[in-house]
């Protein structure tokens, strides 16, 4: 549960999203602490993937401020960066390169190589690190498959086996969930509060309901275009 | 060649002052090549990227004996402006792929994302670009050439302007690109945005072959070439990335 005391990892000050000449959302503030699981609730079209583009940097809005512990994301980019994990609804994942290379590449430009730099000169090491990430998304066998020959369930798996390497304490995930099975759900979904529990954060929207996390460690934004 | 020794010098700099790990992770030069591998890898993977550009550039050249007729004093006449009329539309006709398919599939929001200054980034994917469609032109041009009875004097030419002019046409057409990237259909656009910058090297890279053909010197258009490369190679990268950032926003 959200300690109200401590520095909020990410908080925005009313923030205006203008897309398209429609107001999409208006003084919307919010503070997320380590531990939050944040749900983005909305209708198609209400903004979820607009807020989340703004959080992460990629979009600016129209009005308003975002900050990374109480420093303006612009002033701090590179340190917000690599304190963040953002996938979007585009996986990121290259169709000519094998499911193996595509997480290397992730992880390597992400910069994120845990355990500090010991795990770059131990090539084998890392190796072994990446088959076992891909592993945990069931992708074992599939290592050497190029990407666009697997099924977009299995795309989406490798962008998201990054995250049970990633060190970054802010998780900002738009449809996570998008073509993935229920058994794949609820091991993300246990990933996510092992997350949270670590002191990370996670934003997430998706429109399916958080099945084995506690309804009370979820924190919900609804966004609804109509009262704006 | 000169590409590399540019993003070797960059990685002297120190970029995070807070640790030493941090720096070694964050390196210049392993982001460049690790994007740089990475583009090559795709290419290999995709050979019509390599093909496709190398193949226009032999086809327009090899039709204009045809169509002129093949009087040699003609054709060596106009020699140098079809190599490098037709090297200058090869260039333009693979651009498009330069940025075009990491942004439909999010790699390039990642790359914006990633902690690496997007510059070093974008210099990786620039160089993978020359190295896949701009060296092939090199290396053939001096086979066209003699189909075009190019002057002998100027086959030094020919390939030093070629040398320093392709990747010119890569750096600029790359900030072209990016502003384009998210539109639709923005090939028009490109085009029109891309080929006016592309004139003064036309000019001083045939006027470089002319004068050779001449047996006179011609230092003095090498030399402007090579200021605009340089002058390119230190400012495309910035415009490049502030113009994805405009481009995914």
């Given at each position: 549960m959200p300690k109200p005391t401590s520095t909020p990892l990410i908080s925005a000050v009313k923030l205006t999203c203008i897309r398209e000449e429609r107001l999409l959302f208006d003084e919307l503030s919010l503070d997320i602490h380590p531990g939050d699981i944040v749900q983005v609730e909305g209708p198609n079209g209400s903004g979820k993937t607009s807020l989340l583009r703004i959080l992460s940097g990629l979009s600016?809005?129209?009005?308003?401020?975002?900050?990374?512990?109480n420093q303006k994301i612009n002033r701090c980019r590179e340190e917000f960066q690599q304190n963040l994990l953002y996938l979007g609804h585009l996986a990121g994942v290259k169709g000519e390169m094998t499911a193996e290379e595509n997480l290397k590449f992730n992880l390597a430009l992400h910069g994120s190589c845990d355990n500090n730099s010991s795990v770059i000169d131990s090539a084998t090491k890392?190796?072994?690190?990446?088959?076992?990430?891909?592993?945990?998304?069931?992708?074992?066998?599939?290592?050497?498959?190029?990407?666009?020959?697997?099924?977009?369930?299995?795309?989406?798996?490798?962008a998201l086996s990054r995250l049970y390497q990633?060190?970054?304490?802010?998780?900002?995930?738009?449809?996570?969930?998008?073509?993935?099975?229920?058994?794949?759900?609820?091991?993300?979904?246990?990933?996510?509060?092992?997350?949270?529990?670590?002191?990370g954060c996670v934003i997430l929207t998706t429109h399916q309901d958080l099945i084995s996390i506690n309804p009370d460690q979820i924190k919900k934004i609804t966004l609804d275009y109509s009262y704006a | 060649?000169?590409?590399?020794?540019?993003?070797?010098?960059?990685?002297?700099?120190?970029?995070?002052?807070?640790?030493?790990?941090?720096?070694?992770?964050?390196?210049?030069?392993?982001?460049?090549?690790?994007?740089?591998?990475?583009?090559l890898t795709i290419a290999m993977r995709h050979k019509d990227d390599i093909i496709n550009p190398l193949l226009f550039f032999v086809i327009i050249i090899t039709l204009f004996p045809l169509g002129i007729g093949p009087e040699a004093q003609t054709l060596s006449?106009?020699?140098p402006g079809i190599i490098w009329v037709a090297a200058l539309l090869a260039t333009?006709?693979?651009?498009?792929?330069?940025?075009?398919?990491?942004?439909?599939?999010?790699?390039?929001?990642q790359m914006l994302?990633?902690?690496?200054?997007?510059?070093?980034?974008?210099?990786?994917?620039?160089?993978?670009?020359?190295?896949?469609?701009?060296?092939?032109?090199?290396?053939?041009?001096?086979?066209?050439?003699?189909?075009?009875?190019?002057?002998?004097?100027?086959?030094?030419?020919?390939?030093?302007?070629?040398?320093?002019?392709?990747?010119?046409?890569s750096l600029l057409g790359a900030v072209g690109v990016a502003l384009t990237v998210g539109i639709k259909k923005g090939g028009v656009l490109l085009s029109l945005l891309?080929?006016?910058?592309?004139?003064?090297?036309?000019?001083?890279?045939?006027?470089?072959?002319?004068?050779?053909?001449?047996?006179?010197?011609?230092?003095?258009?090498?030399?402007?070439i090579a200021a605009l490369f340089f002058g390119s190679l230190t400012l495309a990268p910035f415009a490049v990335g502030a113009a994805i950032k405009v481009s995914t926003n």
């Open positions: 600016q809005p129209y009005d308003g401020i975002v900050n990374f512990k890392n190796e072994q690190n990446t088959l076992a990430y891909l592993a945990k998304v069931n992708l074992s066998g599939f290592e050497d498959s190029l990407a666009s020959h697997l099924s977009a369930g299995q795309h989406r798996r490798i990633s060190n970054a304490p802010i998780w900002i995930l738009d449809e996570p969930f998008t073509a993935i099975d229920k058994q794949g759900v609820a091991s993300l979904e246990a990933l996510f509060t092992g997350h949270a529990q670590r002191g | 060649m000169t590409l590399k020794a540019q993003s070797q010098q960059m990685t002297e700099q120190p970029i995070d002052k807070a640790n030493t790990d941090r720096v070694k992770q964050l390196s210049y030069r392993r982001a460049f090549m690790l994007v740089l591998k990475r583009d006449r106009i020699a333009l006709l693979s651009l498009d792929r330069l940025f075009k398919s990491d942004h439909l599939d999010g790699s390039l929001e994302l990633s902690p690496h200054p997007i510059f070093v980034l974008v210099l990786a994917k620039i160089f993978a670009h020359w190295l896949i469609t701009g060296l092939p032109l090199i290396l053939i041009a001096p086979l066209l050439a003699v189909l075009l009875h190019l002057d002998e004097n100027s086959y030094t030419a020919l390939l030093l302007t070629l040398l320093l002019g392709t990747p010119v046409l891309v080929l006016p910058l592309y004139i003064p090297v036309l000019i001083f890279a045939t006027s470089a072959i002319d004068t050779a053909a001449l047996g006179l010197p011609y230092s003095g258009q090498l030399a402007i």
